[in-house]
């Protein structure tokens, strides 16, 4: 896919932080490594969307960005999309791809698989150590690469893992997408008795994350370079025909604005990353829970018995959450200052 070698990034590329991280309420920045299944061409351009959330949250001091490639994109990973936010806001990370192939049981550390493909376990094992302070590991996708990670070192997970975001799941017993991408380290993680923070995609009695927007909501007081990110990403351009930098100053055609600005767009980790910047929100929390799980990976909150004790995400006010969430998507996009 990537056949231009400025956008070529199967090993890590090494860039040093530029962007100054703002301090959060308790006057420190939150050093965060950052997992996602982030393709172009995408599968689902929510990621997209998440990616400018990370940016565009001050608060965070982008240590490293996985990409969750898998056997989905291993030819297609999001590096464009990830170039284009560095170069709208400033804010440089080191970034890799990861493993290629699923972990062959809870335990695998995936020594196996060929060298290219360890660059993203590598990343967060090195950015764990160099840490002066506690880490956030937020995740999207699957879980692949963390949950190696954590089987190589798990005394560094749990000496410098401060926070572990997992946004996949279904709270009741349904099967999900992301899970599915790699059962045995979902169940691996969860299970893991770290600082986990589940934030299940679906479920029941609240205890899911989906909320849905109209995209031209949140876009349209955003910056024209952010608005170029979102219509070279929905439009699927190719990296070979339309050069990814030089799109982001470009005029956005009537009619391409138009159709991207009136679809509808699915979301799930917005309420999380603002969670993991210190951002509370009055429609949201987390409770802990006890949640069952089959070595499918396939969960479900319980009343009692046996399980693990997880804080979960809950949606305490469904319809305040869905406007509360595509407000602070607006006032996160229309806040970011390009700098170029």
Not at 184 to 198: G, M, N
Request: aromatic share 8%; glycine share 6%.
């Amino acid at each position: 896919m990537f056949r231009n070698q400025m956008f070529v990034a199967m090993t890590v590329m090494c860039c040093v932080q530029s962007g100054v991280a703002e301090p959060n309420a308790k006057g420190r920045a939150i050093p965060i490594i950052y997992t996602s299944d982030l393709y172009h061409p995408h599968d689902d351009p929510d990621d997209h969307f998440d990616l400018a959330t990370l940016f565009a949250i001050p608060e965070f001091d982008i240590r490293a960005i996985v990409i969750d490639t898998g056997q989905r994109g291993a030819d297609r990973p999001g590096v464009v999309a990830i170039q284009q936010m560095m170069q709208i806001t400033g804010r440089t990370a080191p970034y890799s791809t990861g493993l290629t192939a699923n972990l062959r049981s809870q335990d695998d550390r995936a020594e196996q698989q060929p060298a290219p493909a360890q660059a993203g376990v590598e990343l967060i094992l090195r950015q764990l150590r160099e840490a002066a302070t506690s880490v956030t590991i937020f995740t999207t996708g699957s879980l692949r690469d963390v949950a190696a990670a954590y089987n190589r070192d798990t005394d560094l997970f749990r000496r410098k893992v401060a926070r572990l975001y997992i946004n996949a799941g279904h709270s009741d017993g349904g099967k999900e997408h992301n899970v599915n991408l790699d059962p045995h380290a979902y169940f691996r993680i969860l299970t893991s008795k770290l600082p986990v923070y589940w934030v299940p995609c679906f479920g029941s009695d609240g205890y899911l994350s989906l909320w849905t927007f109209r995209q031209g909501d949140a876009l349209d007081s955003a910056p024209l370079a952010l608005q170029n990110y979102f219509v070279y990403a929905l439009t699927k351009a190719s990296p070979k025909e339309r050069d990814p930098l030089k799109a982001l100053t470009e005029p956005i055609p009537a009619e391409a604005r138009k159709k991207i600005w009136d679809q509808k767009r699915n979301m799930w980790c917005t309420a999380a990353l603002l969670h993991a910047a210190g951002r509370g929100h009055p429609t949201v929390s987390f409770q802990k829970v006890t949640v069952q799980i089959d070595g499918k990976g396939i969960t479900r909150i319980v009343s009692g018995g046996e399980g693990v004790q997880v804080l979960t995400f809950h949606r305490d006010d469904p319809v305040a959450y869905t406007n509360s969430m595509r407000d602070a998507l607006r006032d996160l996009f229309a806040g970011i200052k390009p700098a170029h």
